[in-house]
Structure formats: C-alpha cells, structure tokens
T-cell receptor, first 114, second 114 residues
Framework: DGGITQSPKYLFRKEGQNVTLSCEQN?????MYWYRQDPGQGLRLIYY???????QKGDIAEGYSVSREKKESFPLTVTSAQKNPTAFYLC?????????????FGSGTRLTVV | QKEVEQNSGPLSVPEGAIASLNCTYS??????FFWYRQYSGKSPELIMS????GDKEDGRFTAQLNKASQYVSLLIRDSQPSDSATYLC??????????????FGKGTKLSVIP
C-alpha cells in the first residue's frame, strides 16, 4: 500500500544537539511538506519542496534544515539553533503544488528536549 | 494575510445528534476545501473534500460550501463517541507563481457524549 512513513515515532534531543527526522513516501508525489504542531497552535509550515533538489522556507523555518535528494525522501534536521523544538512534527505530500489536491500525512514524530 | 478561521470549541453533542462544524476563509479565489479528522496524539486524516458550491454527502458526513460567503461546514449525522476528535478545516490558497498550498485552521475539538 502507498503511504508516508515517518521515523522515529518518538525522539529525545539533548540541549545543543542536532537531530534528523525521516520522511519517506511511495505515492510518487512531487510535493512534500514539513509541519510543526503545538497544542492550540494548529499546523505551522516549516519547509516544503515542489521537486527534487528544490525546497522553500515556510512560515517558521528558522532553526530547521531540509534536503530533497530523492523524490521519495524529505528529511528534516532540527538544529541546535531551534530553541524550543519540543513539538509534534508531521510530514505530508501531495501530487504537486500546482494542483488543488489535499495532502496525505505521515503518522508523525514527537520530539522532546531532555 | 491568508487565513482559515474555526471555532476552537470544545463542541459537545450527545450521541445520535448532529454535530455542525464551521469554517471561514479569507482568500476569495480558493477553489478546493478539505476536512481532516485528528484523534489525540495521531496525525490528520482526510475525511472530506469539496470543490463546488452546495452539499457533498459521504455516509454520515456532509460538507457544505458557500463561496460567496467564504464559508465551509461539516455536518456529522448520528454522532458517535468514536467521532470525538479535532476537526481541521483546510483551504487550498494561491501562494503565487501558479503554486497552491493548504492553509489549515486551528481545529475544532468535538466531544460526543454517550
């Protein structure tokens, strides 16, 4: 079955440490997205990618970095510059950003600073 | 500023009643609209999409769209305790250069009381 796989499900980060969240899709979608969700804040866009080797900043990109070397993969790195990284991180994909389709979400990664 | 507004709730309805969830959006040019259901600790799941004015029914769910009033709603008939979740309204908005992105509301929390 096609879908989006996020790993790990839970992740603990120490102060000053970089961590990378994995997102892989086998839907043959061109566009991929990373969102952060905090209680009462809704979904906030971190980065998105319309095509391989291209990505754009979203509303809250500071302290995060991404790469898109393969169509299937869009990993997110939470750097030490992100001062408040504890949140639920969601990866999503869509056929393309030029269409008006909905997004498919992965199961999410819950990141906690310890 | 392109926005999607929802009443955060919580909205409490008795089992078997009709739950009515509402959403307004700011971009008059939007053409596609979605409702996602998110259980606590889980990722959003697409439950309805609507593109034309009027009603769209799928089982116990009915989405209603009024583009002139920039208003979209979700009705859940014969509400069940398993419908208790947060419902996110999402609107596809033009982000420039022929690209569209989903803008999400903060969600309405629904509780169905047995």
């Amino acid at each position: 079955d096609g879908g989006i796989t996020q790993s790990p499900k839970y992740l603990f980060r120490k102060e000053g440490q970089n961590v990378t969240l994995s997102c892989e899709q086998n839907l043959n979608h061109d566009a991929m997205y990373w969102y952060r969700q905090d209680p009462g804040q809704g979904l906030r866009l971190i980065y998105y990618s319309q095509i391989v080797n291209d990505f754009q900043k979203g509303d809250i990109a500071e302290g995060y970095s991404v790469s898109r070397e393969k169509k299937e993969s869009f990993p997110l790195t939470v750097t030490s510059a992100q001062k408040n990284p504890t949140a639920f991180y969601l990866c999503a994909s869509s056929i393309a950003t030029g269409t008006q389709d909905g997004y498919t979400f992965g199961s999410g990664t819950r990141l906690t600073v310890v | 500023q392109k926005e999607v507004e929802q009443n955060s709730g919580p909205l409490s309805v008795p089992e078997g009643a009709i739950a009515s969830l509402n959403c307004t959006y700011s971009d008059r040019g939007s053409q596609s609209f979605f409702w996602y259901r998110q259980y606590s600790g889980k990722s959003p799941e697409l439950i309805m999409s609507i593109y034309s004015n009027g009603d769209k029914e799928d089982g116990r769910f009915t989405a209603q769209l009024n583009k002139a009033s920039q208003y979209v709603s979700l009705l859940i008939r014969d509400s069940q305790p398993s419908d208790s979740a947060t419902y996110l309204c999402a609107v596809n908005m033009n982000s420039g250069a022929g690209s569209y992105q989903l803008t999400f509301g903060k969600g309405t929390k629904l509780s169905v009381i047995p």
